[in-house]
Structure formats: C-alpha cells, structure tokens
C-alpha cells in the first residue's frame, strides 16, 4: 500500500468472499437462511423461557440473556454482508466501519462472559445443589449478566480508541466481510505494535481468562460427577454437554484468529474462522439447547397446543 502518498480514507471496501457471479445468489440464500434461522431459534427462546413458568430458573435466565446477545451479535454484521453479496458497491464509510467493530466486540465479549457464567451456573447446581437457589438467585444472576455487559463496553472502548489514533490513508480494501481487527491492523499506515500488544494481554485476560475458568470449572464437575451413581452421572453429563458444544464452536474459531501478530494473519483463515462465531456459532446456541433439552421441547409443545387450541 501507499501510505506515504495516500490520502485520508474516508469509507472501506469490504471484499468480503471472492465469488463468481452465478455463486452470489446461492451464498445470498444460504447465509439469508443462516441469518433467518438465528433470528427465530433466538427469539423463540426468548419467548419461551419469558412466558413458561417452569422455564424461571438462573440456567434459563442466562440462556434468556445469551439469546438477545446472540440475536445482536448475528445482526451487526449479517445484514450488511447479504447487502454486499448482491451489490456491485462493497463501500462502508469510515466511522459506520469504527461503529461496527465496537458493536461487533461488545456483542463478542458479551456473549464470550456470558459463556463463562453459564460455567459458574452449571458448577453451582451440580458441585453444590443444595445453596443453588441461594448462590444463583434472580439478583445474582442480574448482576452477573450486567457484568458482562459492562466489562465487554469498556473493552471495546479500549480497542475502539486505539484504533482510531491510527492513520489510514492510501488503499482502503479490507480482505474480510465485516471491519474486524485484524484486517483494520493490516491496512493501517501507522505502529500497530501498542494494538497488539492490547490484544494479547488486555484481550487475552478478558477471553482467555473466562475459557481457563471454565476448563477450571469442568475439570471441578467433573471430579464431582465421578461419585454420583451411573444415573445421576448420566444427567449430569447430559446437562453440561450443549455447554461444551457451544464453548468449543466458540472458542476455536476465536483462538485461531486473533492471537496472533498481524504479520502471520491469513485473510482466507480469518474469514472461514470469522463465519463460525460470528454466523453459525449464534445461530447454532437455542438450537443445540433446544433440542438438548426436554424442558425446552416439553415448553414448546405446550405453547403450540395452547395456539392451536386457541384457535
């Protein structure tokens, strides 16, 4: 790139997937349906959990919470992309590109804490059944999730501003479908050392730190579920398995993309890694909780009953 000739860049390109003209409508179709499925497994559980009383316990609660986390996370990047899958115009200006990406990371965050807690939640109830209506109680878990919420804020804050004292002039094509940091580090003209420096230790104590809590937490269930009876062992499990699919969708796509130095950054990687949190990983989550579930399918059974009878 030329940043020492360039002008000021006032809006980015988002080249986003090199596809031939007859694959655009296809990608538009899968990744619409992707998107569409997300928004309704989301609101479903959502719904679900806010009108069934037997749904009114912490674990659903969190999931409650996860749902408009997730249902935010889809959204502030799934529209644009389909927009920019149709369109012969992949532009995004400047300051709409910053306001994504602090979006995106406040939803990221959120959604990686949320993760953590929902650990916490499944520790309590099978370590120490007997306090979990105390320890997990409805204030509790409230401010619990507007910890996260306030955490991940001021962890975007942080990167947001580092990002905005860096000079980008010269080319303006970012290689990815949304303004994510990697991409946005690339292209910058400016020593993006103090922005990775961030990233791996401010970034790694907020991410990282929640993903060795919950290794920490399974490894202390699992040490608990091993004196249980075959049965108790088996409901246990049962319980922390859609927690451990979702914390691996997750996590493995994270890892592999962000801690890393720039200059190793494989814009193809980050791309196929970026569709797995950003795309399947919330749309995937009431899904896997759903149909893991037999409270959950036992609450939608009823509320279609109580529609069909309705009518």
Not at 259 to 281: C, D, E
Request: proline share 3%.
């Amino acid at each position: 790139m030329d940043c020492e000739n360039g002008t000021d860049i006032v809006e980015f390109v988002l080249l986003g997937f090199s596809l031939q003209p007859e694959q655009q409508i296809l990608f538009f179709v899968i990744f619409l349906l992707m998107y569409g499925a997300g928004l309704l497994g989301n609101i479903m559980m959502f719904i679900l959990i806010s009108v069934n009383s037997q749904l009114q316990t912490p674990m659903y609660f969190l999931l409650r919470s996860l749902s408009v986390v997730d249902v935010g996370f889809l959204t502030v990047t799934v529209p644009q992309m389909l927009v920019h899958i149709l369109s012969s115009s992949k532009t995004i200006p400047f300051y709409s590109c910053m306001a994504q990406f602090f979006f995106f990371y406040v939803f990221g965050v959120t959604d990686i804490l949320m993760v953590s807690v929902m650990a916490l939640d499944r520790y309590v109830a099978i370590c120490n059944p007997l306090h979990y209506a105390t320890v997990m109680n409805q204030k509790v878990c409230g401010h619990l999730v507007a910890g996260c919420w306030m955490v991940s804020t001021l962890h975007s804050m942080l990167h947001a501003g580092l990002l905005l004292r860096l000079s980008f002039h010269g080319d303006n094509r970012l290689s990815h479908f949304f303004c994510d940091h990697q991409p946005l580090l690339q292209l910058s003209c400016s020593d993006t050392s103090i922005n990775e420096t961030t990233i791996f230790f401010e970034g790694g104590l907020v991410i990282l730190g929640p993903f060795f809590f919950i290794i920490l937490t399974y490894v202390r269930i699992v040490a608990a579920v091993l004196k249980f009876s075959s049965s108790g062992r088996w409901k246990a499990f049962s319980t922390c398995g859609s927690h451990l699919t979702m914390v691996g969708l997750l996590y493995g796509a994270i890892i592999g993309v962000y801690f890393q130095p720039a200059s190793r950054y494989s814009s193809h990687q980050g791309t196929i890694f970026a569709l797995m949190y950003t795309v399947i990983t919330p749309m995937s989550n009431p899904y896997i909780y759903s149909l893991r579930n037999k409270d959950v399918k036992e609450a939608l059974r009823h509320l279609m009953e109580k529609r069909v009878f309705s009518q």
